[in-house]
DNA sequence: CGACAATACTTGCAAATTACAACTTTTTTA
DNA sequence: TAAAAAAGTTGTAATTTGCAAGTATTGTCG
Protein backbone atom coordinates (compact mmCIF):
# COMPACT_ATOMS: atom_id res chain seq x y z
CA UNK A 1 0.00 0.00 0.00
CA UNK A 2 3.10 2.40 0.14
CA UNK A 3 3.71 2.47 -3.45
CA UNK A 4 0.10 3.86 -4.52
CA UNK A 5 0.29 6.21 -7.77
CA UNK A 6 -1.52 8.85 -5.35
CA UNK A 7 -0.02 11.86 -7.44
CA UNK A 8 -1.96 10.24 -10.46
CA UNK A 9 -5.14 10.32 -8.20
CA UNK A 10 -4.60 13.85 -7.14
CA UNK A 11 -3.88 14.76 -10.58
CA UNK A 12 -6.74 13.81 -13.03
CA UNK A 13 -8.97 14.58 -9.74
CA UNK A 14 -8.21 18.27 -9.30
CA UNK A 15 -7.77 18.60 -13.15
CA UNK A 16 -11.37 17.14 -14.02
CA UNK A 17 -12.62 19.16 -11.21
CA UNK A 18 -10.71 22.79 -13.10
CA UNK A 19 -12.32 21.54 -16.13
CA UNK A 20 -15.67 21.62 -14.59
CA UNK A 21 -15.06 24.92 -12.74
CA UNK A 22 -13.82 26.68 -15.75
CA UNK A 23 -16.27 26.07 -18.29
CA UNK A 24 -18.99 25.99 -16.21
CA UNK A 25 -19.09 29.38 -13.81
CA UNK A 26 -20.32 32.42 -14.84
CA UNK A 27 -23.50 33.29 -13.43
CA UNK A 28 -26.45 36.50 -13.66
CA UNK A 29 -24.29 37.20 -17.19
CA UNK A 30 -21.59 38.20 -15.30
CA UNK A 31 -18.33 36.37 -16.12
CA UNK A 32 -15.80 35.65 -13.57
CA UNK A 33 -12.96 33.65 -13.73
CA UNK A 34 -11.56 30.46 -12.00
CA UNK A 35 -9.51 32.27 -10.10
CA UNK A 36 -12.25 35.02 -9.24
CA UNK A 37 -14.43 32.14 -7.81
CA UNK A 38 -12.15 31.31 -5.96
CA UNK A 39 -11.31 34.25 -4.26
CA UNK A 40 -15.65 34.72 -4.00
CA UNK A 41 -15.81 31.18 -2.51
CA UNK A 42 -13.02 31.92 -0.50
CA UNK A 43 -14.28 35.40 1.18
CA UNK A 44 -17.47 33.82 2.11
CA UNK A 45 -15.83 30.87 4.07
CA UNK A 46 -13.18 32.93 5.91
CA UNK A 47 -15.67 35.44 7.38
CA UNK A 48 -14.53 39.06 8.19
CA UNK A 49 -10.75 38.11 6.92
CA UNK A 50 -8.12 40.63 5.51
CA UNK A 51 -7.13 40.97 2.33
CA UNK A 52 -3.63 39.10 3.73
CA UNK A 53 -5.33 36.36 4.92
CA UNK A 54 -7.23 35.14 2.10
CA UNK A 55 -4.17 36.32 0.00
CA UNK A 56 -2.09 33.26 1.86
CA UNK A 57 -5.03 31.15 1.71
CA UNK A 58 -4.92 31.25 -1.65
CA UNK A 59 -1.60 31.25 -2.63
CA UNK A 60 -0.88 34.17 -3.77
CA UNK A 61 1.27 36.72 -4.16
CA UNK A 62 -0.26 39.58 -1.98
CA UNK A 63 0.60 42.54 -4.48
CA UNK A 64 -1.24 40.28 -6.88
CA UNK A 65 -3.94 39.86 -4.64
CA UNK A 66 -4.55 43.23 -3.95
CA UNK A 67 -5.08 43.94 -7.79
CA UNK A 68 -7.29 40.94 -7.83
CA UNK A 69 -9.23 42.59 -5.14
CA UNK A 70 -9.38 45.71 -7.24
CA UNK A 71 -11.24 44.15 -10.31
CA UNK A 72 -13.80 42.45 -7.72
CA UNK A 73 -14.63 45.77 -6.35
CA UNK A 74 -15.35 47.45 -10.05
CA UNK A 75 -17.48 44.40 -10.66
CA UNK A 76 -19.06 45.51 -7.82
CA UNK A 77 -19.06 41.61 -6.16
CA UNK A 78 -16.63 42.49 -3.15
CA UNK A 79 -16.24 45.43 -0.70
CA UNK A 80 -13.27 46.37 1.39
CA UNK A 81 -13.87 48.12 4.94
CA UNK A 82 -11.05 49.42 7.15
CA UNK A 83 -10.52 47.27 10.43
CA UNK A 84 -11.99 49.84 13.19
CA UNK A 85 -9.14 48.82 15.50
CA UNK A 86 -5.71 48.03 12.94
CA UNK A 87 -6.76 50.82 10.52
CA UNK A 88 -3.78 49.04 8.06
CA UNK A 89 -6.23 46.21 7.75
CA UNK A 90 -8.79 45.63 5.06
CA UNK A 91 -11.83 43.26 5.40
CA UNK A 92 -12.73 41.80 3.33
CA UNK A 93 -16.95 40.87 2.37
CA UNK A 94 -19.13 39.98 -0.32
CA UNK A 95 -21.72 42.60 -2.11
CA UNK A 96 -25.31 41.08 -2.16
CA UNK A 97 -24.45 40.89 -5.79
CA UNK A 98 -21.23 39.17 -4.87
CA UNK A 99 -23.34 37.01 -2.79
CA UNK A 100 -25.74 35.82 -5.43
CA UNK A 101 -22.59 35.22 -7.59
CA UNK A 102 -21.15 32.84 -5.14
CA UNK A 103 -24.46 31.44 -4.42
CA UNK A 104 -25.55 30.82 -7.82
CA UNK A 105 -21.76 28.88 -8.79
CA UNK A 106 -22.40 26.54 -5.97
CA UNK A 107 -25.41 25.25 -7.01
CA UNK A 108 -24.05 24.70 -10.67
CA UNK A 109 -21.21 22.97 -9.43
CA UNK A 110 -22.98 21.00 -6.67
CA UNK A 111 -25.56 20.45 -9.63
CA UNK A 112 -22.82 18.96 -11.98
CA UNK A 113 -21.23 17.16 -8.96
CA UNK A 114 -24.69 15.31 -8.14
CA UNK A 115 -25.45 14.32 -11.58
CA UNK A 116 -21.90 12.41 -11.11
CA UNK A 117 -22.38 11.16 -7.84
CA UNK A 118 -25.83 9.79 -8.89
CA UNK A 119 -23.93 6.93 -10.86
CA UNK A 120 -23.11 5.17 -7.07
CA UNK A 121 -24.98 3.83 -5.07
CA UNK A 122 -25.71 5.38 -1.49
CA UNK A 123 -22.84 3.23 0.16
CA UNK A 124 -19.89 4.50 -2.34
CA UNK A 125 -21.32 7.69 -2.19
CA UNK A 126 -21.09 8.43 1.67
CA UNK A 127 -17.58 6.60 1.29
CA UNK A 128 -16.21 9.04 -1.21
CA UNK A 129 -17.50 12.15 0.67
CA UNK A 130 -16.62 10.78 4.05
CA UNK A 131 -13.14 9.73 2.27
CA UNK A 132 -12.70 13.54 0.64
CA UNK A 133 -13.50 14.67 4.22
CA UNK A 134 -10.75 13.22 5.85
CA UNK A 135 -8.48 14.40 3.65
CA UNK A 136 -9.17 17.54 3.85
CA UNK A 137 -8.94 17.34 7.12
CA UNK A 138 -5.64 15.72 7.18
CA UNK A 139 -4.01 17.84 4.35
CA UNK A 140 -5.36 20.65 6.44
CA UNK A 141 -3.53 19.22 9.89
CA UNK A 142 -0.39 18.31 7.84
CA UNK A 143 2.79 20.66 8.29
CA UNK A 144 4.49 18.33 5.29
CA UNK A 145 3.84 21.78 2.94
CA UNK A 146 1.06 24.78 1.98
CA UNK A 147 -0.95 24.76 4.77
CA UNK A 148 -1.56 28.69 6.07
CA UNK A 149 -3.02 29.47 9.58
CA UNK A 150 -6.53 30.03 8.05
CA UNK A 151 -6.36 26.68 6.10
CA UNK B 1 -27.93 12.89 1.07
CA UNK B 2 -28.46 15.14 -1.61
CA UNK B 3 -27.54 18.31 -0.71
CA UNK B 4 -24.26 18.04 0.93
CA UNK B 5 -21.42 20.83 0.26
CA UNK B 6 -19.55 18.71 -2.38
CA UNK B 7 -18.32 21.88 -4.44
CA UNK B 8 -16.46 22.66 -0.56
CA UNK B 9 -15.65 19.68 -0.54
CA UNK B 10 -13.66 19.86 -4.36
CA UNK B 11 -13.22 23.30 -3.91
CA UNK B 12 -10.29 22.69 -1.02
CA UNK B 13 -8.95 19.93 -1.72
CA UNK B 14 -8.13 20.86 -5.15
CA UNK B 15 -6.49 23.97 -3.97
CA UNK B 16 -4.34 22.24 -1.21
CA UNK B 17 -2.91 19.88 -3.79
CA UNK B 18 -2.70 22.66 -5.91
CA UNK B 19 -0.63 24.36 -3.21
CA UNK B 20 1.35 20.93 -2.97
CA UNK B 21 2.57 20.93 -6.49
CA UNK B 22 3.02 24.29 -6.71
CA UNK B 23 5.81 24.91 -3.81
CA UNK B 24 7.43 21.78 -3.91
CA UNK B 25 7.97 20.35 -7.40
CA UNK B 26 11.76 21.38 -9.03
CA UNK B 27 13.80 19.33 -9.90
CA UNK B 28 17.47 18.98 -10.66
CA UNK B 29 18.22 22.38 -10.30
CA UNK B 30 14.99 23.07 -13.28
CA UNK B 31 12.32 25.39 -12.14
CA UNK B 32 9.59 24.10 -13.84
CA UNK B 33 5.68 25.82 -13.36
CA UNK B 34 2.27 23.97 -12.18
CA UNK B 35 1.18 24.33 -16.16
CA UNK B 36 4.49 22.48 -17.44
CA UNK B 37 4.51 19.38 -14.83
CA UNK B 38 0.54 18.92 -15.97
CA UNK B 39 2.42 18.98 -19.89
CA UNK B 40 5.01 16.39 -18.69
CA UNK B 41 2.89 14.25 -16.96
CA UNK B 42 0.50 14.29 -19.77
CA UNK B 43 2.85 13.57 -22.62
CA UNK B 44 3.98 10.81 -20.46
CA UNK B 45 0.83 9.05 -19.73
CA UNK B 46 -1.11 9.14 -22.80
CA UNK B 47 1.83 7.62 -25.39
CA UNK B 48 2.49 9.09 -28.54
CA UNK B 49 -0.36 11.20 -27.67
CA UNK B 50 -0.26 14.66 -30.85
CA UNK B 51 -0.32 18.53 -29.51
CA UNK B 52 -3.99 19.09 -29.55
CA UNK B 53 -4.45 15.92 -28.03
CA UNK B 54 -2.63 16.78 -25.04
CA UNK B 55 -3.99 20.50 -25.35
CA UNK B 56 -7.62 19.49 -25.33
CA UNK B 57 -7.37 16.96 -22.21
CA UNK B 58 -5.93 19.97 -20.11
CA UNK B 59 -8.07 22.21 -21.55
CA UNK B 60 -5.52 24.79 -23.03
CA UNK B 61 -6.31 26.83 -26.06
CA UNK B 62 -4.18 25.32 -28.92
CA UNK B 63 -2.10 28.34 -29.83
CA UNK B 64 -1.40 29.04 -26.45
CA UNK B 65 -0.26 25.30 -25.95
CA UNK B 66 2.06 25.35 -28.83
CA UNK B 67 3.96 27.98 -26.83
CA UNK B 68 4.27 25.99 -23.97
CA UNK B 69 5.40 22.92 -25.69
CA UNK B 70 7.98 25.13 -27.38
CA UNK B 71 9.31 26.27 -24.32
CA UNK B 72 9.62 22.89 -23.32
CA UNK B 73 11.60 21.99 -26.31
CA UNK B 74 13.92 24.60 -25.51
CA UNK B 75 14.17 23.01 -22.39
CA UNK B 76 15.01 19.93 -23.60
CA UNK B 77 12.37 18.13 -21.62
CA UNK B 78 10.12 17.52 -24.96
CA UNK B 79 10.73 16.54 -28.20
CA UNK B 80 8.03 17.01 -31.35
CA UNK B 81 8.24 14.25 -34.04
CA UNK B 82 5.96 14.60 -37.15
CA UNK B 83 3.62 11.80 -37.62
CA UNK B 84 4.43 9.18 -40.37
CA UNK B 85 1.10 9.08 -41.43
CA UNK B 86 0.10 11.93 -41.08
CA UNK B 87 2.61 15.22 -41.61
CA UNK B 88 0.33 17.94 -40.30
CA UNK B 89 0.29 16.17 -36.76
CA UNK B 90 2.77 16.23 -34.01
CA UNK B 91 3.77 13.43 -31.78
CA UNK B 92 4.86 14.64 -28.23
CA UNK B 93 6.92 12.55 -26.10
CA UNK B 94 9.66 13.11 -22.96
CA UNK B 95 13.01 13.44 -23.40
CA UNK B 96 15.15 11.59 -21.31
CA UNK B 97 15.63 14.79 -19.03
CA UNK B 98 11.85 15.12 -19.12
CA UNK B 99 11.29 11.76 -18.31
CA UNK B 100 13.32 12.46 -14.93
CA UNK B 101 12.22 15.78 -13.98
CA UNK B 102 8.41 14.22 -14.46
CA UNK B 103 9.96 11.06 -12.26
CA UNK B 104 11.39 13.36 -9.65
CA UNK B 105 8.11 15.29 -9.15
CA UNK B 106 6.32 12.24 -8.98
CA UNK B 107 8.46 11.00 -6.76
CA UNK B 108 8.10 13.98 -4.58
CA UNK B 109 4.38 14.10 -4.68
CA UNK B 110 4.11 10.87 -3.74
CA UNK B 111 6.53 11.46 -0.84
CA UNK B 112 4.23 14.07 0.25
CA UNK B 113 1.18 12.60 -0.34
CA UNK B 114 2.14 9.58 1.91
CA UNK B 115 3.31 11.85 4.45
CA UNK B 116 -0.09 12.41 4.58
CA UNK B 117 -1.58 9.19 4.26
CA UNK B 118 0.44 8.02 7.02
CA UNK B 119 -2.03 9.72 9.58
CA UNK B 120 -4.59 7.46 8.69
CA UNK B 121 -5.25 3.43 9.38
CA UNK B 122 -5.00 1.06 6.94
CA UNK B 123 -8.89 1.10 6.32
CA UNK B 124 -9.58 4.50 5.70
CA UNK B 125 -6.45 4.84 3.71
CA UNK B 126 -7.77 1.85 1.53
CA UNK B 127 -11.00 3.64 1.38
CA UNK B 128 -9.71 7.37 0.14
CA UNK B 129 -7.61 5.39 -2.41
CA UNK B 130 -10.85 3.64 -3.54
CA UNK B 131 -13.14 6.81 -3.19
CA UNK B 132 -10.50 8.66 -5.64
CA UNK B 133 -10.06 5.72 -8.16
CA UNK B 134 -14.19 5.80 -8.38
CA UNK B 135 -14.95 9.13 -9.07
CA UNK B 136 -12.33 9.79 -11.51
CA UNK B 137 -13.48 6.53 -13.24
CA UNK B 138 -17.19 8.24 -13.24
CA UNK B 139 -15.68 11.99 -13.82
CA UNK B 140 -13.97 10.58 -16.84
CA UNK B 141 -17.15 8.94 -17.75
CA UNK B 142 -19.69 11.92 -17.14
CA UNK B 143 -21.09 13.72 -20.25
CA UNK B 144 -21.98 16.05 -17.83
CA UNK B 145 -18.68 18.31 -18.87
CA UNK B 146 -15.05 18.82 -19.18
CA UNK B 147 -14.74 15.28 -20.70
CA UNK B 148 -12.66 15.01 -23.48
CA UNK B 149 -11.84 11.60 -25.84
CA UNK B 150 -8.37 11.30 -24.37
CA UNK B 151 -10.03 11.74 -20.58
C1' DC C 1 7.73 60.37 24.77
C1' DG C 2 9.98 59.57 20.23
C1' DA C 3 12.72 57.43 16.73
C1' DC C 4 12.91 53.19 14.36
C1' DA C 5 11.28 48.78 13.01
C1' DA C 6 7.44 46.09 11.50
C1' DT C 7 2.99 45.31 9.32
C1' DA C 8 -0.76 45.87 5.75
C1' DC C 9 -1.51 47.21 1.70
C1' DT C 10 -0.74 49.78 -2.95
C1' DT C 11 1.59 51.22 -7.25
C1' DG C 12 5.52 51.19 -11.03
C1' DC C 13 7.23 48.40 -14.09
C1' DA C 14 8.67 44.52 -16.66
C1' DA C 15 8.14 39.75 -17.74
C1' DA C 16 5.26 35.82 -18.48
C1' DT C 17 0.71 33.85 -19.92
C1' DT C 18 -3.04 33.77 -22.63
C1' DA C 19 -6.28 33.93 -26.63
C1' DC C 20 -8.26 35.62 -30.99
C1' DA C 21 -7.26 36.25 -35.98
C1' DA C 22 -4.86 35.13 -39.69
C1' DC C 23 -1.45 32.29 -41.78
C1' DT C 24 1.06 27.80 -43.74
C1' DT C 25 1.10 23.06 -44.67
C1' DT C 26 -1.00 18.78 -45.32
C1' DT C 27 -5.00 15.78 -45.81
C1' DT C 28 -9.81 14.84 -46.89
C1' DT C 29 -13.95 15.47 -49.56
C1' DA C 30 -16.97 15.86 -53.30
C1' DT D 1 -8.77 18.41 -59.01
C1' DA D 2 -10.61 22.34 -56.63
C1' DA D 3 -12.57 23.43 -52.29
C1' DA D 4 -13.08 22.41 -47.48
C1' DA D 5 -11.14 20.82 -43.34
C1' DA D 6 -7.59 19.80 -39.96
C1' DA D 7 -3.06 20.50 -37.34
C1' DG D 8 0.00 23.70 -36.03
C1' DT D 9 2.37 28.27 -35.96
C1' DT D 10 2.92 33.29 -35.61
C1' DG D 11 1.27 38.46 -35.06
C1' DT D 12 -0.57 41.11 -31.86
C1' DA D 13 -2.83 42.79 -27.95
C1' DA D 14 -4.91 42.16 -23.49
C1' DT D 15 -4.55 40.11 -19.07
C1' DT D 16 -2.06 38.19 -15.14
C1' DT D 17 1.65 38.03 -12.36
C1' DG D 18 5.50 39.28 -9.14
C1' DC D 19 9.45 41.89 -7.58
C1' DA D 20 10.97 46.48 -5.98
C1' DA D 21 9.74 50.39 -3.95
C1' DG D 22 6.29 53.26 -2.14
C1' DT D 23 2.57 55.06 1.68
C1' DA D 24 0.13 54.74 5.88
C1' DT D 25 -0.54 52.83 10.30
C1' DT D 26 0.88 50.31 14.40
C1' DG D 27 4.22 48.25 17.59
C1' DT D 28 8.67 48.46 20.16
C1' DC D 29 12.23 49.88 22.99
C1' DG D 30 15.66 53.07 24.75
Redesign the pocket.
Known sequence: MENENLRGLFQLLTRRFGLLNKNCCSADGIEI?L??SHILYEINRQNKA????I?ETL?????????????LIKLNLVT?T??A????????SLTDEGVKINQTIDQQMNDYLNEIFKTMNEFEKESVVRSLTLLNDRMLKSSVCCTTPWG
Do not use: C, H, N, Y
Open positions: SVQSIQQAGTDITTFSRQIQSKPDEDRRISIL
